[in-house]
């Protein structure tokens, strides 16, 4: 019986993280998750259902939610009971509020079961925040990525490109999403102490991707 590999990308937002594991996942034809985007889909169902607060939300709410991944042709689609919500999910208001549903224990132990059954019998490369400390503490391989704030931001605000968003709010959102990720009592953002540190800051897409490619094939 083959062996499911596990590659767990952790680091702070708008590191590079989706777009190498993607890189990743199509040179080994794995299959390939963005667990920020189920913690995305989630903030999009409560601001949807005009949810006012995060402490308003309880086990029975999260049963509605069925989240869902389809990796084909270099694309990422995420579902929200069915319905294609991938473009939805990615607007500054969802990143606003993400890490605020985010941090809360019952929707992170809801993503944590998605992803868990979704890898199950497939190998996978999985990014996100605690993926290689909590999700799958016995990965295969783990990386931390992270980069300076204003390298990130910049980034973040050449993919946005609306003319309604300046890199200054990017840069405040990147800095407040930093602070409440790293600090919350819930599986904060931290590197996994058998994980690969990458520090991109300086590097570019491919170089990012020949060393992350050197570590798994040596």
């Known amino acids: 019986m083959v062996k499911n590999i ?8 708008s590191s590079g993280k989706s777009t190498q594991a993607k890189k990743i996942a199509d040179y080994f034809g794995y299959s390939y998750l963005d667990s920020g985007a189920f913690y995305r889909t ?3 169902f409560f601001k949807r259902n005009r949810f006012s607060s995060v402490n308003q939300i309880d086990d029975n709410d999260l049963i509605n939610i069925s989240l869902n991944s389809e990796y084909k042709n270099g694309k990422n689609l995420i579902y929200l009971n069915g319905e294609d919500v991938s473009n939805d999910i990615r607007s500054i208001e969802i990143s606003k509020n993400v890490s605020d549903f985010a941090k809360q224990k019952n929707v992170r ?21 605690d ?13 931390f990525f992270y980069a300076k704030p204003e390298i990130r931001a910049k980034r973040r605000f050449s993919e946005i490109n609306k003319s309604d968003i300046n890199y200054d709010s ?10 409440t990720d790293s600090t919350r009592d819930i599986a904060p953002l931290k590197k996994a102490k058998d994980a690969y540190s990458v520090d991109v800051s300086d590097l570019s897409i491919d170089e990012v991707f020949e060393k992350v490619l050197n570590i798994i094939k040596k």
Do not use: C, M, W
Not at 109 to 129: A, M
Not at 131 to 143: H, L, Q, S, W, Y
């Open 6 to 13: 596990i590659i767990a990308i952790d680091g702070e937002a």
């Open 42 to 44: 989630i903030t999009l």
């Open 109 to 129: 132990s809801h993503v944590y079961r998605h992803l868990r059954e979704f890898s199950k019998n497939q190998s996978t490369v999985i990014d996100g925040r």
């Open 131 to 143: 993926i290689g400390t909590v999700v799958f503490p016995d990965a295969d391989f783990k990386f």
């Open 170 to 179: 990017v840069l405040e959102n990147l800095n407040y999403r930093d602070i």
